[in-house]
């Protein structure tokens, strides 16, 4: 794509570059703090959730059917919470534990139980010399550092409008017996907003791992995070897996309601094949002897069901819609005609990814913080934030109020404007 700075003539580019580097120094002077970086709901959205708080008090009934909250017991977590979460994910309730506040967390006792004990009587991974994690990317941060964290080779896979490049998963997982596990955000991803079509999810299902103790790491985070309507819809991976016949031990999926009422103080789940889930008690057997199951309470009598839920994330939507609109409305208008950019245009979740020429994202994170405007830093959604092409910017625009988003993206289309002309102009030095 050539941009308009590049069809420019030496002399216009050069007035243009001026104007753009007046607009950044007035910025700059202006003094601004504003903050785009971060994946987190708004107080308005937090909020929401406050009357979730009266619900448990001192003179509250703390049985749920035959089970006890305010005691041990239910390392699966209370009835009500499973069948809760089961419902959310779209599986038998059988198959799922509650455990804590944060699925992150769940995902990390899973890595940790592939490296430390081994999966499916295979040797634990820290015994099979390099263990390696597909990472579609742009994708998590959070999910690389896991993998990272206990020395496992995160290899980066294309991301495409629908989904993972499926032709590049099959080869690696089924020619690669080193290829342990793959993340997956399938609906919304993050950063991109995908949602994953049936035939990728099909796809999916249909692997066949070289290693046996090959997983596919489903994190379900923003399956019910939608703007309008329905939604994107998604198809259940168990289903997928139920359309092959026999049981297959694939996928371990997780969700939690970080995003739907408090994070950090929500509930978290994981749902696998009966065997997977066998094994994972197990291995959670030992850490705890049962979860926390006065939240989990707490979520149950205030959500109550998948109805309920999606009820309280229209209202979320409320809040959250109008801020995608603007970033939509603001990139448009300021960059639109330029050439220089392309975005992502999510119907739900929680970010908007951003790409700029090649060799910009870091310059445009950089200027913008200059400028008072607080960015993901560049190449953070790719493994080892190593963005080949350093292109890619992830736009996290819920947390700020519409006045400061506003003002933030103003500033960062002007980044954006700067960086390019810059680059135009060092390309013909
Ligand atoms: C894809 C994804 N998974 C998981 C999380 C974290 O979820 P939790 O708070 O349940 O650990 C996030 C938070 O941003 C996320 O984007």
């Not at 989904?163 to 290829?179: A, H, K, T």
């Not at 926390?292 to 069901?305: C, G, P, T, Y």
């Not at 300021?334 to 119907?347: F, I, M, Q, R, Y």
């Not at 310059?363 to 934030?385: D, H, M, Q």
Request: proline residues 7%; aromatic residues 8%.
């Amino acid at each position: 794509m050539t941009s308009a700075y590049q069809k420019m003539t030496d002399a216009e580019l050069d007035a243009a570059l001026a104007e753009l580097e007046r607009e950044a120094a007035d910025l700059r002077a202006a003094g601004l703090k504003l903050d785009m970086a971060r994946g987190k709901p708004s107080p308005e959205q937090t909020a929401l959730s406050r009357p979730m708080l009266d619900l448990v008090t001192s003179g509250s009934d703390l049985t749920d059917g035959g089970s006890f909250a305010d005691n041990y017991g239910d390392p699966d977590g209370l009835p009500s919470a499973r069948a809760l979460a089961a419902e959310l994910i779209g599986v038998d309730a059988a198959n799922v534990s509650v455990i804590g506040s944060s699925s992150l967390n769940l995902m990390y006792d899973c890595v940790m139980n592939g490296y430390v004990h081994g999966i499916a009587g295979e040797r634990p991974w820290c015994q099979q010399g390099t263990v390696k994690f597909l990472c579609p990317a742009p994708g998590y941060d959070r999910h690389f550092t896991v993998t990272e964290s206990f020395g496992i080779e995160n290899v980066p896979v294309p991301m495409r409008e629908d989904g993972p490049d499926m032709d590049v998963v099959r080869e690696l997982v089924e020619g690669d017996p080193q290829v342990k596990g793959i993340w997956c955000v399938p609906r919304y991803a993050n950063p991109t907003g995908v949602t994953y079509s049936d035939d990728v999810v099909r796809a999916f299902a249909a692997l066949r791992p070289a290693a046996p103790d090959f997983r596919i790491f489903w994190d379900n985070a923003y399956c019910v995070h939608t703007f309008a309507g329905e939604g994107d819809p998604l198809m259940n991976i168990f289903d997928a897996l139920a359309e092959q016949g026999g049981e297959k031990n694939l996928v371990y999926e997780f969700a939690s309601t970080a995003k739907v009422t408090f994070p950090s103080s929500g509930m978290a789940w994981v749902a696998a094949s009966p065997a997977d889930m066998a094994e994972l008690r197990a291995a959670f057997s030992a850490m705890r002897v049962s979860p926390e199951k006065i939240s989990q309470l707490a979520h149950v009598r205030f959500l109550k069901d998948a109805a309920g839920v999606a009820e309280h994330m229209r209202r979320h939507a409320e809040l959250v819609a109008p801020r995608f609109a603007l970033v939509e409305e603001k990139l448009s208008a300021g960059l639109g005609d330029l050439g220089v950019a392309s975005w992502t245009h999510p119907k739900g979740g929680y970010f908007v990814s951003f790409e700029g020429p090649e060799g910009s994202a870091k310059a445009i994170v950089e200027l913008a913080g200059e400028l008072g405007v607080k960015l993901t830093p560049a190449g953070a959604p790719w493994p080892y934030g190593a963005d080949p092409a350093d292109t890619n910017i992830r736009i996290a625009p819920t947390y700020p109020s519409l006045e400061e988003l506003g003002k933030a993206l103003d500033v960062f289309v002007v980044a954006v404007r700067l960086v390019a002309a810059r680059l135009a102009r060092a390309e013909r030095a």
